[in-house]
């Protein structure tokens, strides 16, 4: 159990567009989800907090305008990115955490986006 | 804002040789997490550990959190081609919810 799935695995994009990115959660209700970025052979970096319902906590620094995120159910998560540029390009990797006093994080497999 | 560090950020060792990944972080945490990534995945939970210089086993890995709950270790006996990937330490503080902050992560190859 625990499958987190995201959508798509990987989009080529024009500058100037947008894209959405899917997170589910498959066979759990993930009251929290969270929006990694990562870069080649670096860390995860938090962007923002999903909670069922409220608005995303964005970290400092992380575009809220730019980096769309909604968490309409308790089972999906959506990350769009607006107007994206080149250095957008990156690995966007999603989590989720069961509920109240779960602690551990299941990862999506992530979404490769290169913006040309 | 808070840093998690980590020591290597490289480690090549021969297969059956021991390794170890250290984690170091700014602030004190309430619990710290492991997770490895392999090459082209993503991060796969391993532990949690919460009290103070706690110790916990699985296999061949040994996690330790430091007394002052400010950094941990994981170590690896015997290591083994399956072992290959990135280790990640993850920290949360009091008051942060289920947010964690990453450490800059340990790559592990193993040669045979």
């Known amino acids: 159990g625990a499958v987190v799935s995201q959508h798509p695995s990987w989009v080529i994009c024009k500058s100037g567009t947008s894209v959405k990115i899917e997170c589910r959660s498959l066979?759990?209700?993930?009251?929290?989800m969270f929006w990694y970025r990562q870069f080649p052979k670096q860390s995860l970096m938090l962007m923002a907090t999903s909670n069922e319902g409220s608005k995303a906590t964005y970290e400092q620094g992380v575009e809220k305008d730019k980096f769309l995120i909604n968490h309409a159910s308790l089972t999906l998560s959506t990350l769009t990115v607006t107007s994206a540029h080149p250095e957008d390009s990156s690995f966007y990797i999603c989590?989720?955490?069961?509920?109240?006093?779960?602690?551990?994080?299941?990862f999506g497999p992530g979404t490769r986006l290169t913006v040309t | 804002g808070q840093q998690v560090m980590q020591i290597p950020q490289y480690q090549h060792v021969q297969e059956g040789e021991d390794f170890t990944t250290y984690c170091n972080s700014s602030?004190?945490?309430?619990?710290i997490q492991w997770y490895k990534q392999r090459p082209g995945g993503h991060p796969v939970f391993l532990i949690q550990?919460?009290?103070?210089?706690e110790v916990k086993k699985q296999k061949r890995l040994t996690f330790q959190f430091g007394e002052a709950k400010k950094n941990s270790s994981l170590h690896i006996t015997a290591t083994q081609t399956t072992d290959v990937g990135t280790y990640f330490c993850a920290g949360r503080v009091t008051g942060g919810g289920n947010k964690l902050t990453f450490g800059t992560g340990t790559q592990l190859k193993v040669e045979l």
């Open positions: 066979d759990f209700q993930a009251t929290t």
């Open positions: 602030t004190t945490l309430s619990n």
């Open positions: 550990l919460v009290k103070s210089g």
């Open positions: 989590s989720a955490t069961r509920g109240t006093g779960s602690y551990e994080q299941y």
